[in-house]
């Protein structure tokens, strides 16, 4: 059965921060007390994220959600890249560490992460930056997941709808920090409600 919000004791879902703020622990303790907890694949291994829904799913008994990096268009200035990488050669040199090779096209392992969450099944499976194709919202449905796509305006939300989201993310403009927004040169939304329906059914978020 496909968890729904309103099935949570409290409603309140643990953010999926990735790079590091965001730990299996973390998203277990928002579980046990009742929310719903988030583990980021961003940043991460296919294998890393694996572990660490693993690592959430033993120290909870409630549910658990995944968010993956939906692959953007690189805008990237690859030249300006490879000379700031150089200019950071000495200061690497200094902490003793490697600056490492920037990786042009990087997808974020994004087709190996979508098998880890058809594999371990969390309960909810979040997008951010994009919607995923309709085939692979078809996927997951068909799992028995819960699929949901941050947007950050009226657009995205149409376009998260048309794909097959079950719940939408909506982050405003009262959000704080930077916005998931469907592509990297994109402004986002600066309207407060963001309001959309598909056939008989209604979905309106405000912030």
Not at 31 to 54: E, R, T
Not at 94 to 120: F, M, N, S, T
Request: with cysteine; glycine share 12%.
């Amino acid at each position: 059965m496909v968890l729904g919000f309103w099935d949570i004791a409290i409603p309140i879902v643990g953010a999926p921060m990735a790079g590091g703020p965001g730990t299996p622990a973390l998203a277990a303790a928002v579980s046990n007390a009742g929310g719903l907890g988030f583990v980021a694949g961003g940043y991460i291994s296919a294998d890393k994220f694996a572990d660490d829904i693993a690592a959430a799913r033993a120290a909870t008994t409630g549910p658990i959600g995944a968010n993956l990096f939906v692959p953007q268009p690189s805008v990237a200035d690859w030249m300006q890249l490879e000379y700031y990488a150089e200019e950071l050669e000495e200061v690497a040199e200094y902490y003793r560490c490697e600056v490492g090779q920037p990786i042009h096209g990087d997808d974020d392992d994004w087709a190996r992460k979508l098998e880890v969450v058809a594999d371990v099944r969390p309960e909810v499976v979040s997008f951010t930056f994009g919607a995923p194709p309709p085939d692979v919202i078809r996927r997951l449905s068909a799992l028995g997941l819960l699929v949901s796509v941050t947007v950050t305006s009226s657009y995205e939300a149409g376009v998260a709808i048309a794909a097959g989201a079950d719940s939408l993310v909506v982050q405003g403009p009262g959000a704080g920090g930077h916005r998931g927004t469907f592509a990297p040169d994109m402004e986002p939304g600066r309207s407060r409600c963001i309001s959309c329906s598909t056939g008989s059914a209604a979905h309106t978020t405000c912030r």
